[in-house]
């Protein structure tokens, strides 16, 4: 993995001009990841020119700051592009990537598409914000990391791996966790604006638990139709977080969330622990982690269909594994 981080680091050497991408709708590793990245080539080389060029933002994570007004096409043709923590192009925020001369991909999901010019993937990486810490930590002695380089990238690598609980979470994603506290930022506000929330939330949620239902064999399930997201007033994110609220109930070891998007189909939010879920996704045209995933279905029936593929999937799990919670 080594020289695909020397490759980076050469071509943002050779660059005047560097463009950062990321998935749309993004989350904490998302917007950390690329952001953080940014900082880091902007403290070293403050002649480059960096730019963060999305489409869309989360509103939960305004306290992050704003990205870059949008550049004109022509400005992309002489720039390196690159996109973080975004499995497949369509996923991007922004298509204009392709406009770039040369491309780079620096992601941790399984790697479903080839679609940069040097791609640097590491899939066991518990997050892409933990690959920029390990990319600093490695040409630590050129690059300069600062206490809001350090918060940005510190942000994505709690969120990504649930507060350091996931399975990918390993000695180094601490050890570099810890190089990035030793830049003293606020951890106390950090947290309060990840995880504070509104009182109306905890109303949804205890509606979420009403109408929650388990199959047979333990799959968790919620359908947040378009009725209860006005009822709740919630945005797309809002309703979204419905599948945190199943996360930990015994014996429930796969717990999806289904929520009515705007176009008339359906999105799932896939989330598991100890049994892999990605496949399952994929079938359903997704994809993601082996805990985490998402996908889209089109009506009931294929929300039946899925949850009792999920329900299957779990019921093999039980019979042919022990120490499961
Ligand atoms: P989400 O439930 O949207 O937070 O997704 C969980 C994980 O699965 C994230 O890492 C996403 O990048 C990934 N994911 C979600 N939806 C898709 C999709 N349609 N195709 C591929 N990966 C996805």
Known sequence: MIDNMKKILEKIKEYDKIIIFRHYRPDGDAIGSTKG??????????????????????????????????????????????????????????????????????????????????????????????????????????????????????????????????????????????????????TETLYANLYLREFDSFKFESHVHKKMKISENGVASVYVTRAMQEQFQLSNEQASSSVSFMDSIKGSLIWLAFIDNDDGSIRVRLRSRFVTINDLAKKYGGGGHACAAGATVHSRKEMNALIKEADALLKEYKENNEGWL
Not at 133 to 162: C, H
Not at 173 to 179: D, K
């Open 37 to 186: 990245l940014a900082q880091i080539i902007k403290n070293t080389y403050p002649s480059k020119r960096v730019y963060l060029q999305n489409n869309d933002f989360s509103d939960y994570l305004a306290f992050l700051g704003k990205e870059d007004e949008p550049l004109t096409d022509e400005e992309y043709s002489d720039a390196l592009g690159i996109a973080i923590d975004t499995a497949t192009l369509d996923r991007l925020s922004n298509q204009k990537f392709t406009l770039c001369k040369e491309r780079i991909k620096i992601d941790h999901h399984i790697p479903v598409e080839s679609y940069a010019d040097y791609e640097w993937v590491e899939e066991h990486r518990s997050s892409s914000c933990e690959m920029i810490a390990a990319f600093y930590d490695v040409f630590k002695n050129e690059l300069v990391m600062t206490p809001t380089a350090a918060y940005y990238i510190y942000t994505g690598m709690v969120t990504d791996s649930g507060r350091f609980r996931f399975r990918e979470v390993s000695g180094e994603t601490l050890r570099l966790a810890g190089l990035l506290l030793d830049q003293k930022f606020d």
